[in-house]
Nanobody, 118 residues
Framework: QVQLVESGGRLVQAGESLRLSCVAS????????MGWFRQSPGKEREFVAR????????YYADSLKGRFSISRDHTKNTMYLQMNSLKPEDTAIYYC???????????WGQGTQVTVSS
């Protein structure tokens, strides 16, 4: 079992930056990949970014490359999503997830709301 708790979401102005955090517990932090997803009202949940178990490999949705950055701190059991130059279309609930198996993200946090006003 992996427990995930996100934080950091809030209301910001377009162009501002924001960093989300996700604290993981219940399993050795360096033993699973992690990722961020988001869901806007009326839309399907979409992939944002993924980071490997050791943090050496990262992957991003093409549309977000260059603005978003994923990282993890093994001393704090925490994953981060740094979001820069935020746009109103980035407004969504952001979820962190853990991939303990081979192919799917099988543990999810409760989500944190990010709202970007124009």
């Amino acid at each position: 079992q992996v427990q995930l708790v996100e934080s950091g979401g809030r209301l910001v102005q377009a162009g501002e930056s924001l960093r989300l955090s996700c604290v993981a517990s219940g399993r050795t932090f360096g033993s699973f990949s992690m990722g961020w997803f988001r869901q806007s009202p009326g839309k399907e949940r979409e992939f944002v970014a993924r980071i490997s178990a050791n943090g050496n490999a990262t992957y991003y949705a093409d549309s977000l490359k260059g603005r978003f950055s994923i990282s993890r701190d093994h001393t704090k059991n925490t994953m981060y999503l740094q979001m820069n130059s935020l746009k109103p279309e980035d407004t969504a609930i952001y979820y962190c997830a853990a991939q303990t198996g081979a192919y799917v993200f099988d543990y999810w946090g409760q989500g944190t709301q990010v709202t970007v006003s124009s």
